[in-house]
């Protein structure tokens, strides 16, 4: 099975953060998909976390080549179709790119990121809001509407425990 992954669940994984686990859970055995914008979009939140004071320049490079050793199949996206997306939904470009890539291939998408998780469920992106039971962990935590008591997923920044 693929599953597309966007830089919130790369980071979470390479990082160390609490949703690491969960991001592992909901990707074990897929082969992982994500559009070619990923390694900048990655290299972009290393830096913002460094000017946000959450990471030591010395450990900027050792993450960027973790990320770097991580099987994923980088694929293009039809850009006009991801803009008007963009576009009709208010979000970034980047975070479109991934819902196109989702929506065009029709696999499930694994993001710690809730703005676009509730994008994702008007456009019936797969496993972003109704997932398979293995996806499920990530698809329930924080943002408007879900269960009390879990965190808010939504901050600015990548979605990793650190932007927000």
């Given at each position: 099975?693929?599953?597309?992954?966007?830089?919130?669940?790369?980071?979470?994984?390479?990082?160390?953060?609490?949703?690491?686990?969960?991001?592992?859970?909901?990707?074990?055995?897929?082969?992982?998909?994500?559009?070619?914008a990923l390694p900048y979009e990655v290299g972009?939140?290393?830096?913002?976390?460094?000017?946000?004071?959450?990471?030591?320049?010395?450990?900027?490079?050792?993450?960027?080549?973790?990320?770097?050793?991580?099987?994923?199949?980088?694929?293009?996206?039809?850009?006009?179709?991801?803009?008007?997306?963009?576009?009709?939904?208010?979000?970034?470009?980047?975070?479109?790119?991934?819902?196109?890539?989702?929506?065009?291939?029709?696999?499930?998408?694994?993001?710690?990121?809730?703005?676009?998780?509730?994008?994702?469920?008007?456009?019936?992106?797969?496993?972003?809001?109704?997932?398979?039971?293995?996806?499920?962990?990530?698809?329930?935590?924080?943002?408007?509407?879900?269960?009390?008591?879990?965190?808010?997923?939504?901050?600015?920044?990548?979605?990793?425990?650190?932007?927000?």
């Open positions: 099975m693929e599953v597309v992954v966007d830089a919130s669940a790369l980071l979470a994984v390479v990082l160390d953060e609490p949703e690491r686990g969960s991001v592992i859970a909901a990707t074990v055995g897929a082969t992982l998909i994500s559009p070619m972009n939140a290393l830096v913002a976390l460094r000017k946000k004071n959450l990471l030591e320049e010395a450990e900027i490079l050792p993450a960027w080549e973790t990320t770097q050793r991580i099987p994923i199949q980088l694929v293009p996206v039809q850009m006009d179709a991801a803009l008007a997306l963009a576009l009709a939904h208010g979000i970034y470009a980047y975070d479109a790119y991934y819902l196109h890539c989702s929506l065009s291939r029709r696999r499930p998408l694994v993001t710690l990121d809730r703005k676009m998780r509730e994008v994702a469920r008007p456009e019936r992106v797969p496993g972003a809001w109704s997932p398979p039971a293995r996806l499920a962990p990530l698809a329930d935590r924080g943002g408007r509407g879900e269960q009390e008591g879990q965190p808010d997923l939504g901050a600015p920044g990548c979605g990793c425990t650190r932007c927000r």
